[in-house]
């Protein structure tokens, strides 16, 4: 999973019950995506029989890393205009297998990048699914591929975790708000891990990866390189940086 500081809450609690939320969203926001890019390029060659679409995932995702198609169309969607199209995959799912992952660990900007992305997709395909069902056929399929027809931005957390984290906001709050403000503040901050329209705040320490827009190629593979000799330099338990995918591509 990735590790998202804790900023509002400071409750170890809460923060594992939030953490936990938010990752199993963006791992199916990252499932339909994928589902959704095998199947837009199914008419072009081996994929219907190397990929059981019918059941579901888990699909095998290192059968997608060296292939050509799909990194293409992840670099023009999900990726910076300098990215290299031959470490498309390796981003990509790379991040996903990080979401998987039971340990936590830090994303690379790249794949900072790659989940802003995502999860502006997903709102602005939420928010205006009627007003594109009604413009362009091509995004009726893609809104109703992904299921995300009739469905908000908000998805509450599970009942009993929501009390914890709920409860544990209102112990920090308590002794600084008014008491009928603190219930308000509770539900206010609530939204932030339960609001996809607030991960582009809750998700990330900073906006670093926005700067990889104005970067070169070479600028992108030295930034990346850079990163990853300082990552060795980290000795903090909470952490737990390493990149599960490895770059195989070829093309």
Known sequence: MIRIQ??????????RITQNFINDRLIVIMERVIRYGIESLNDN????????????????????????????KVSLDYLPDHFPVAKANQMFLGLYMLLKAEEQHVPRLEMEYVL?????????????????????NKVVSLVRLRGLEERPTIQRIPDQDRKVVKNAII????????????????????LFYEDINKYSFTCFPNTDFKLLDE???????????QRQTNSHLVKDNSIIIQFPAKDTNTF
């Open 6 to 15: 804790d900023r509002l809450i400071h409750d170890e609690a809460a923060n």
């Open 45 to 72: 060659h081996w994929r219907l029989n190397s990929v059981n679409l019918e059941g579901g995932f888990p699909i095998d995702v290192s059968s997608l890393m060296t292939d050509k198609e799909f990194a293409r």
């Open 116 to 136: 802003f992305r995502l999860i502006r997709e997903e709102v602005y395909l939420i928010q205006y699914a009627d007003m594109m069902r009604l413009r362009e």
């Open 171 to 190: 112990r920090f709050f308590n002794g600084f708000l008014q008491a009928e403000r603190v219930d308000e503040e509770a539900e206010r901050l609530l």
């Open 215 to 225: 970067m070169s190629a070479e600028e992108i593979a030295n930034l990346s390189l």
